[in-house]
């Protein structure tokens, strides 16, 4: 989605501490940056492209991480030795490394955003709805039909132009991948064409967008990875699907998984402050379509959703009510992604910081990953929310978690190339030998 250089939240009523604190929420959470950073960081070049993937002998007999990471659940032994790369310390950037909030808005205003032509193709949902798919063009030309597909699900008013899916999209199209980004109703420049947007427990766009382009490439397997909201989306989805689930992998990043936990820490310190940077993305999708929602009767609230000073403002006067919810701590409370990490049967690696502002630390759910034979963990020390500036790219590069996420998709590819039972089949085999 694109955003306006100006904005009410900044207004000459400000204090200069305010101004300062608004600009870096902004930033954290995807609006550009004022024009001067970006003269100050023009001379910056691109990373270069990562080269051929490549695994040694010695990765396969590796069973064992760095203990400055916390690594566990189910199917650790299973992924951990195709990892190599979790055997290293996690090394953050010196001068971030201190301040959480620090990390995530240096994530958010300096980090290269990859420069790529997308094609954009605008899928209509059974209730008359829009999301737009972005693709990277001509790999119709060059990419064969079974390259495995990947499907990225860009956070809370994110989409295809966030330096985090650029980033990763480019990675994965080097290493021979077919790249889609999901941009969710309202967002990256999506149309809005029903009065309702998307929610974070709203299922059924993402199983129209797996059924749509599986049906498109029959022949390739489908993965997924999703940021923040859009991880929250994916796990979520993976848990309905359960042993059904037509993606053969995925990955969840700065996944806030309890969202009323989440929304309790989103009301202290500073994170008030991206509190009320968010609500007001919220409000000018809003607003780009409010034609939609007049004359709306019934339990909303429109002022309160037009005018929301937090993105709870926003969920009790719009959000819920068109997801059936009674209040919006009923929302939060049956939208969650950690309860439904017992019913996941698809290979799913979690990516979590331990200092994340918005996805608390406290509330990962690591019993139920730990119980899950299909599903690892791992959390940073560091790396604040989207952020991970650290790994051999930093400060400007990519973020730590990419090369990561890259390994555990190509690993998931080839056991399914060569027909090997992954995670949950492994399990089943288990039992099998065990009762014969």
Not at 250 to 279: M, Q, R, T, W
């Amino acid at each position: 989605m694109s955003h306006s250089k100006s904005s009410p939240l900044l207004s000459t009523t400000n204090s200069p501490l305010q101004i300062q604190q608004l600009q870096m929420a902004r930033a954290a959470l995807g609006f550009p940056p004022p024009t001067s950073y970006f003269r100050q960081v023009s001379h910056l070049h691109r990373p270069t492209p990562p080269s051929a993937f490549h695994v040694s002998s010695s990765a396969a007999t590796m069973a064992h991480h760095h203990p400055s990471l916390e690594i566990l659940g189910g199917a650790k032994d299973t992924f951990l030795p195709s990892l190599p790369s979790l055997t290293r310390p996690y090394n953050p950037f010196p001068v971030f490394a201190w301040n959480r909030h620090m990390e995530t808005i240096f994530a958010a205003f300096f980090r290269s955003t990859p420069d790529i032509k997308l094609r954009r193709e605008c899928l209509r949902t059974q209730d008359n709805g829009s999301v737009s798919l972005d693709w990277v063009p001509g790999d119709d030309r060059v990419l064969p039909a079974h390259a495995p597909l990947l499907i990225l699900l860009p956070g809370l008013t994110g989409g295809s132009d966030d330096s985090y899916v650029r980033n990763m999209l480019i990675r994965a199209r080097n290493r021979g991948w077919r790249v889609v980004v999901f941009n969710s109703r309202g967002c990256g420049g999506s149309p809005v064409t029903t009065p309702q947007f998307y929610s974070a427990s709203f299922l059924g766009d993402i199983c129209e967008v797996v059924d749509h382009v599986g049906g498109r490439y029959p022949e390739a397997n489908l993965y997924a990875v999703g940021w923040s909201l859009g991880a929250n989306i994916l796990v979520q989805y993976l848990g309905q699907e359960s042993d059904t689930c037509r993606l053969s992998g995925a990955v969840s990043l700065c996944n806030p998984f309890n969202l009323v936990i989440a929304d309790e820490d989103f009301h202290k310190g500073f994170n008030n402050v991206y509190d009320k940077a968010l609500s007001y993305a919220l409000c000018k999708i809003f607003k780009k379509h409010a034609l939609l929602f007049e004359d709306m009767g019934g339990e909303y609230n429109i002022p309160l959703a037009a005018n929301a000073r937090s993105v709870r403002d926003f969920d009790e006067g719009l959000t819920r009510v068109s997801f059936g919810f009674k209040s919006a701590d009923d929302y939060y409370s049956n939208s969650s992604s950690s309860d439904s990490i017992k019913n996941v049967c698809t290979p799913l690696l979690c990516i979590q910081a331990a200092n994340d502002p918005i996805a608390p630390n406290r509330g990962i759910p690591r019993g139920d990953i730990q119980d899950n034979p299909n599903c690892m963990l791992i959390v940073t020390p560091q790396g604040g929310h989207l952020g991970w500036v650290a790994g051999a790219e930093a400060p400007f590069g990519c973020p730590w978690t990419d090369p990561t996420v890259m390994d555990f998709l190509d690993h998931l590819e080839r056991g399914k190339s060569n027909g090997l039972p992954c995670t949950g089949d492994l399990e089943n085999v288990k039992l099998a030998s065990i009762g014969s």
